[in-house]
């Protein structure tokens, strides 16, 4: 009645495929690494699975049923069945997609450059050492990393031009199996090198001392990051699920699926770690200087990293158009713009704010403010903060404000999944991220 027909995905594994595909990217291969061996390692990898459990699920499931209830995109959902302020909180939502994928994108840039690094054999015979210098040359370089952040951002925009689930669902179909059984492969390798036994200890051993307050929000912020929670991106993915699909399993088995991808990670990079004498807190080039070393280790090294960076950079690609998709839903729904004209202005916009981001990595240190660089601020300031932001106000949307009978209606009934999520997203999860934000931002301690 009056409402636009909506393009959805297909079918269940369709969903599934999509929704995986938005989760698992980057954050699993590149930044849990990096930031479990900034924050202790087991004492990071144990909070961070706590925050999965108790809030991972019940916040996806808030976020499904918001969009497809609404059937709108963010900004419009809470617009549609909350207040003016509610809608704010749609814009925060979308302000945080625009730093979001301006930085994602630069990451997504290096996975492409080492895909042509790995064809002209680049990393042959080099040690680890030399691995590290070829790293950090290339982000310091300027136009170059800028050269591939663009061409990241303008593939993330095709496929959102060529209409999104047709070309994504099926990919991601195809991909993200092959990807894990790449990532399989690479862990029982890892496992065999010498280093293996302390890298383990390193990302198994939970040293309770090591769980500060800084741990404690940087494992809430990337639980949030890791399975694309807190800015809308399950809101629009959610709108796009069919009607008799049921939530929860597709938010078990997603989660599932992307805390496996990021354990296995883990499973390569640290043994890799402990062999090569690079250091685990070494920060956002961990994951690329890292692998390097495995596949000069590996037979057939040569073509697995080719494989290997194919595939994570189509992997960050499923995930960079679910933040572009948040925006353009916005820009198309309430805005009026069609579909092709908000790509393209968005990914411009999107890539002009990225720019700073990615030259602030320069080795002369300029754009360096309080001691961290813009890139580094960006990810803090979305993947630690405003994701848990984000994913606050949704707990308390659905648990207090939305009506029951939508809710009753997105659940099909199931009395227990609603006595769940009406305790979690009512108490659990607002609680949980108030005190760890108040904390971790020092205001109290
Ligand atoms: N979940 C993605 C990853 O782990 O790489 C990143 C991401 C996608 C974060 C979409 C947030 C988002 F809305
Ligand atoms: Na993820």
């Avoid at 079918?11 to 930044?31: V, Y």
């Avoid at 064809?119 to 050269?147: C, E, R, V, W, Y």
Wanted: charged share 10%; proline share 3%; net charge positive.
């Amino acid at each position: 009645m009056g409402e636009i027909k909506r393009e959805g995905f297909a079918n269940k594994i369709g969903a599934i495929a999509a929704i995986a595909g938005s989760a698992i990217g980057l954050g699993n291969i590149w930044r849990f690494p990096y930031m479990a061996g900034s924050n202790g390692g087991g004492a990071f990898l144990f909070v961070y699975l706590i925050c999965i459990a108790i809030l991972g699920f019940s916040v996806m499931m808030a976020e499904f049923i918001l969009g497809r209830a609404a059937q709108r995109n963010v900004v419009g959902a809470y617009g549609k069945f909350g207040n003016k302020n509610w809608k704010i909180v749609g814009y925060i939502a979308n302000i945080t997609g625009f730093v979001l994928l301006s930085f994602y994108g630069i990451i997504g840039g290096w996975a492409l450059k080492y895909i042509y690094l790995s064809i002209t054999n680049s990393f042959s015979g080099k040690t680890s050492t030399q691995l590290g210098a070829i790293f950090s040359s290339f982000i310091g370089k300027g136009m170059q990393p800028l050269f591939w952040y663009i061409l990241f951002m303008a593939l993330t925009a095709i496929i959102i031009l060529s209409g999104v689930q047709k070309g994504i669902e099926k990919a991601s179909e195809i991909m993200m199996p092959l990807l894990f059984g790449i990532i399989i492969i690479l862990a029982v390798r890892a496992l065999f090198l010498p280093g293996a036994k302390e890298g383990l200890k390193f990302l198994f051993a939970v040293d309770f001392s090591k769980i500060t307050g800084k741990v404690i929000l940087s494992a809430l912020g990337h639980s949030f990051f890791t399975l694309s929670l807190g800015m809308g991106t399950m809101v629009i993915y959610g709108s796009y699920i069919k009607e008799k699909t049921k939530l929860e399993n597709v938010a078990l088995q997603v989660i599932i699926a992307d805390t496996l991808v990021a354990i296995l990670a883990g499973i390569v990079i640290f043994p890799a770690i402990f062999t090569f004498g690079i250091n685990p807190a070494g920060g956002p080039g961990l994951a690329f200087i890292t692998l390097p070393n495995v596949f000069l280790k590996i037979t057939g090294g040569y073509f697995i990293a080719i494989l290997f960076f194919a595939l994570l950079s189509i992997a960050a690609l499923t995930s960079s158009i679910s933040i572009l998709e948040v925006l353009v839903a916005y820009f198309v729904e309430e805005k009026n713009i069609d579909r092709k004209k908000a790509t393209i202005v968005t990914t411009i916009v999107m890539i002009m704010v990225g720019i700073p981001a990615s030259l602030s990595l320069n080795p002369s240190r300029h754009l360096i403010f309080g001691g961290k660089s813009i890139f580094d601020w960006f990810d803090f300031f979305t993947g630690t903060l405003m994701l848990p932001v984000g994913g606050l106000f949704v707990s308390i949307f659905v648990g207090w404000f939305l009506d029951k009978n939508i809710i009753k209606k997105e659940l099909k009934d199931n009395q227990l999944l609603m006595k769940f999520l009406s305790f979690t997203l009512k108490f659990i999860a607002p609680i949980t991220v108030f005190i760890v934000l108040i904390n971790g931002l020092g205001i109290i301690k």
